[in-house]
């Protein structure tokens, strides 16, 4: 089961589901409090668990809702996948295939496995490098994991019910990993092809919410 | 003594009432008011005898008293900024909750709904798309 947050993706979400569909039994997209349409754009399109916010909380949570949803629909494997294309929804086949191939309970996808990302700025790739660094130092999670920002990833029914993440927002990824790699659970992760566009970086992450990302996660921290 | 340090003992001792008469209406914890009262006192101490911060300020190695104060200032702001942006998250994520709660609780009506106007596709007859309108 795909879970899918979705946020002002009016243009682009219904192309993405598109793209996901042949590859998972059931897709839950959260409308995570659009103000585009998105959820007008959707609420009569058949075959997807539709959810709503009422008002924008984040990717974060929007993606826990759908993961909460998807747990009581009765999900074996669950999948985080970006509503706006970004991800490419072949390599679901993949990550799904190595939780059995490896023996694990979650896989994550990686941009830094051999695979090219199409159009990744270097600022990003630079910055990538940065909060891998930092994800070491203050969150402990292993160097050896390679995508310090991975939001691909399958997890299996009884480990999404461990990682119990509660960042709203960017940060989410990194508490991710964080719980699943200094939890007993088996990890492992594929190479994945993530598609830059103009568009998905003019509204995707700015350098400057890396500042964000550690702050949201200092004060996680204090909670 | 100065006007300046009549008007600010003045403030202090009002701030310290304050405290208490809360601690008692039982809006504050006793803890807490605890806490105030000490940087009431501590305020106080350093507006009377302000030498005291220049002998501070010299152990510690700060030079002048009134330095010491600013960066102790600083510090304690630092410190209650911190302490209202963790309670804020705190709200935050208590509202994610309910946004959350609120959007599962349509959920099995949906599912029901479909599954009775027989809307909801097996994954086999859906379109080259999957999806259906």
Redesign the interface.
Known sequence: MAVIPAYNEGARV?GA??E???FV?QLVV?DD?SVDGTFDLLK????????????N??QG?AL??GT??AI??GADIIVHIDADGQHNPADIPKLIGALDERNVDVVFGSRFLGTDSVGMPVTRKALLSVAKQFNAFALGIPRRLTDPQSGFRAIRKDAVKQIDF?Q?RMAHCSEILQLVTRSNLRWAEVPVVVRYTTDTLAKGQKPADALKIVW?LI??A?? | MYIIQILLSAVLALALLLTWKRAKERVIRRREAIGWTLLWIGAAVIVLWPDLTTRLAQIVGVGRGVDLAVYGSMVLLFILV?RL??SL??M??T??KM??K???R???K??VK?EDTE???S?ES?DE?????
């Open positions: 219904r589901l598109v996901i569909s042949p039994d959260v409090g009569n399109v058949s075959g997807i668990v539709l959810l709503r916010h009422a008002v909380r984040g949570a826990r809702t909460d949803a009581a629909l509660n709203d949201q004060i996680g204090f909670h | 911190f942006h963790v998250d705190k935050e994520r509202m994610t946004v959350r609120d959007a599962l349509d959920m099995p949906q599912e479909e809307q909801v596709i994954h859906r798309s999957g999806l259906q309108e």
